[in-house]
């Protein structure tokens, strides 16, 4: 039976897959922070931050981000998914950080673009087949499809040991029709093979790389360089953490392809900015 979530332009059921997961769960729509739920004994609900054009105002798409709380204390998403696997419901957890990330996008201003979305990276390895399946008739049970979503992979979190297993289960999604994207790139240790591995659609550049040009003409001529080898490679180009008006002209120069960045908007509840 669908549970109905009603909000300002509207009214959303959870999705089936979602509930089988989650039985206990339970939504709401709060005027302050759009769709939350409760489970794990937590409150958890969105946020997103907007993604821009090459021309830093059109907005192509925009990324979720978890916010969770328990007794109105916040709690760092790394904490929560931590604690979701000790209690060995990464796998599911993570779904229903996804769904409700999508109930959200679906509510707000944007739900005609592009929706980023974050992939726990051990649960890339965890699932041992049909990567994607269950997420699917999720998004097919909102009206969606995998074309209309980024799945964000930070693949650094992945040991070397596993890095094939990193390499099929990215295949399998693309395979589906999702688009996959590098995050956090040139964070740690920028590996160039598992680029020319996994040929993300996407590569996002870690802000470290956009912060490091200030006032540093050399850093500015290597990102530039580091844009056209990925562009090289088929993969389009975020810069992120883009802070000020003249981090947002060294990334124009770059010829990078999209933008992110507090600068051009902070993440934000549904229509609001937190």
Sequence with gaps: MPVPVHHASGTLHVPEDTLADWPSAQFACTQERGIVVKALGLELTSVFQPIFAADAETIIGEEGLLRASIRRK?????????????????VAFDRLCRSLHLMNHLAGPQKDKTLFLNVHPELLIAVEKQHGEAFERILQDQGLKPTDVVLEILESAIPDAQETDLTHAVQNYRQRGYRIAIDDYGQKNANLCRLLSLSPDIVKLDKVLIHATDNNSKAQRLLGQLVEMLHGLDSQVVIEGIESAEQLAIAKESGADFFQGYFLAEPRYLNKHI
């Design 74 to 90: 916040a709690i760092s998403p790394a904490d929560v998914f931590k604690s979701a696997a000790r209690g060995e419901c990464l």
